[in-house]
Structures are given as C-alpha cells and as structure tokens.
C-alpha cells in the first residue's frame, strides 16, 4: 500500500526537496542517487563513496599469538581464581603449563593450534569463550585489511521468507574506504543485486557486521538458496563474521543502557545523524518508491545504509584501542 509522506520522516525527507520545501513534482524529482544498471528485464541502483580512514589497523600476529598463550583460562578447569593459585606456582602462561606435569599435554595441545590455521584456533576458543570474547575479536589479526567486507542490508522485514532492498558493502584500498550499495529499484532486480555482491566477495576472507551472525549474513545466504545458489557466493556460511554487537556488549559491559549501532555512535563515537530514518521505516519510505517512483524516497534508505556501515568502521577502531 502507496504510504502518504505525512507518515514518514518529513524533517529528514525535506533535505531531498526543492528550496519551497514542497513535495516536487516529477519533472522536479532528483536523480537517483548512484548509476542505474539494467540487466535481465530489471533494475537496480549502484552507490558508490570513498572516505579516508588513517589510522584503521589490525593487531599483528605476534600481538594475538602471546595473548592466546597467556590465556591460562584455556585450560580446562581454570578460571580466576585457580588461575592466580597456578599463577603463585610460577604457572603464568601456557609456555609455563607445557612444562608442568599436569597441564602439559592439554597446553601441548592448545598451542599446537597456533601452528596450523585460524580454524584450529576458533575450535579451542569455542570449546571455552563465547564468541563475543576478545580473543575473537583478536582473531582479525589472521587478515589484512583489504580482506575484510564491511556487511549491512535493507529488508522488507525481518523474515528471511521476504526480500532484500538494498545490500551495502564497506572494503579497504590502502587508506581509502570505499562502501558500494546496491538497490533494487524493482523487486524483481533482488537476484541481480545478490550477484554484485557475490562479485565483491573475490579476495574476501571476513566480514565485519552488526548483528550480522544472527541476520544479515544467514538473510543473505537463505536469499541466495531461495535462487538455487550463486557461484561466486558459495562460501559465505563457512567466512569469518566479526559481529560487532556481541563485541560491544562485551568490550563496553555495563558502560551503555543501549547497545544498538546508533545509541553506540552518539555514546561512543560521540555522533548523531542529522535527521536519519529508522531501520523500522526503510519498508515504508522503499514502498513509497516502488509507487510513486520518486528518488525522494530512496534516497534516505541509502544514506541510513551507509552511514550504518561507516559507523562500524569507526566502531571497530574503538573496540580496537580497548582491546588492544
């Protein structure tokens, strides 16, 4: 059902009219934000911004692989308080516990891990962390920048039975961020968005979402099935996902009352949106679109969607200095 402005985000929306502040009229319409591509029969929108991020780095190796060791808590049996006893003993690290009779096989065994893969290594801390521990946030220090895919979609609703308006990916060039959005300007353009998307995935070993381990990334991969599958999108169950809400909860415990990406920008990062609409109302303003074909009301939803991804970008360079 075609939704009258009045029910929208007038203030917000008024950034995208002419100077008398009136709904345009279609000869007044802006264009749509980004290059329109057409391609079997349907539509979709490419966005594409560039912003320099100077100081985004990741922990070395030697950083994660001492923490790892230093982390007697690996071994079963051992949490604060057994830790300071063995600690007392002149039991400090899992180097320390190799050479002790007790412990030995099990550190042994831990440290091997640290010479075969990150996958050997995400085994151990599963089988005693919560994902939203810090040494898996350190596990970015398994990758390099330009590796990781900053991840964040627009849904018609949170089910994954319905489906995705617009997909938004944040990568690094050296310095230079660059978030590339793709919209569907049809319903029937979904199937080509996810492909584009599935071409971003070449030299990607991570994502780094927001809620993406419970959403985007299991929405996307059930949007994908529902096609039949995309070759270039094969793997994205098996990727990394460095979920940054799991690890704001824990980084920040007991620090905010909300955790959500905005409240974190404005307590954190110290920033709020001028005038952004809700994650709540990208179905109402896209809707509006789908009927009236005005850019007035796409517009808005490719601003929150990349704002969203800049966002985690400037997160994890926060959760970065507490951690590291």
């Known amino acids: 059902?075609?939704?009258?402005?009045?029910?929208?985000?007038?203030?917000?929306?008024?950034?995208?009219?002419?100077?008398?502040?009136k709904k345009p009229h279609k000869k007044q319409v802006k264009e749509l934000p980004g290059e329109v591509v057409e391609r079997n029969g349907t539509r979709f929108l490419v966005t594409t911004t560039s912003k320099t991020f100077n100081g985004f780095t990741l922990p070395e190796r030697e950083f994660f692989d001492k923490s790892?060791?230093?982390?007697?808590?690996?071994?079963?049996?051992?949490?604060?308080?057994?830790?300071?006893?063995?600690?007392?003993?002149?039991?400090?690290?899992?180097?320390?516990?190799?050479?002790?009779?007790?412990?030995?096989?099990?550190?042994?065994?831990?440290?091997?891990?640290?010479?075969?893969?990150?996958?050997?290594?995400?085994d151990i801390l599963g089988a005693r962390f919560s994902p939203s521990h810090r040494l898996f946030f350190?596990?970015?220090?398994?990758?390099?920048?330009?590796?990781?895919?900053?991840?964040?979609?627009?849904?018609?609703?949170?089910?994954?039975?319905?489906?995705?308006i617009e997909i938004?990916?944040?990568?690094?060039?050296?310095?230079?961020?660059?978030?590339?959005?793709?919209?569907?300007?049809?319903?029937?353009?979904?199937?080509?968005?996810?492909?584009?998307?599935?071409?971003?995935?070449?030299?990607?070993?991570?994502?780094?979402?927001?809620?993406?381990r419970t959403f985007d990334i299991p929405f996307i991969d059930n949007r994908i099935s529902y096609y039949g599958g995309i070759s270039s999108a094969a793997d994205i169950p098996g990727m990394h996902n460095f979920d940054l809400l799991h690890f704001s909860r824990c980084c920040f415990r007991n620090e905010y009352d909300s955790y959500r990406l905005k409240s974190m920008e404005v307590n954190l990062l110290g920033k709020e949106r001028d005038?952004?609409?809700?994650?709540?109302?990208?179905?109402?303003?896209?809707?509006?679109?789908?009927?009236?074909?005005?850019?007035?009301?796409l517009?808005?939803?490719?601003?929150?969607?990349?704002?969203?991804?800049?966002a985690m970008v400037e997160l994890f360079e926060r959760i970065f200095d507490r951690w590291v």
């Open 68 to 122: 790892y060791s230093d982390s007697l808590e690996l071994l079963y049996g051992i949490r604060d308080n057994k830790k300071k006893t063995i600690a007392d003993r002149g039991i400090r690290n899992l180097h320390d516990a190799k050479n002790n009779e007790k412990f030995s096989d099990e550190a042994r065994r831990i440290l091997s891990a640290l010479a075969k893969d990150i996958h050997a290594v995400k």
């Open 168 to 212: 938004g990916c944040g990568y690094f060039e050296g310095k230079k961020f660059t978030v590339k959005q793709f919209t569907c300007l049809k319903d029937a353009a979904e199937y080509e968005v996810l492909e584009e998307f599935g071409k971003l995935l070449h030299g990607k070993k991570a994502f780094v979402t927001f809620n993406g």
């Open 275 to 297: 005038g952004d609409i809700e994650g709540s109302e990208v179905e109402i303003y896209y809707n509006n679109y789908i009927e009236s074909g005005d850019p007035a009301f």
């Open 1 to 21: 059902m075609y939704n009258s402005p009045m029910e929208i985000n007038n203030d917000f929306l008024n950034r995208f009219r002419d100077n008398s502040g």
């Open 138 to 164: 350190l596990l970015c220090a398994f990758f390099k920048p330009e590796e990781l895919l900053f991840i964040d979609i627009e849904t018609k609703s949170l089910f994954f039975e319905t489906s995705i």
């Open 299 to 310: 517009e808005p939803i490719v601003y929150h969607n990349r704002e969203d991804i800049l």
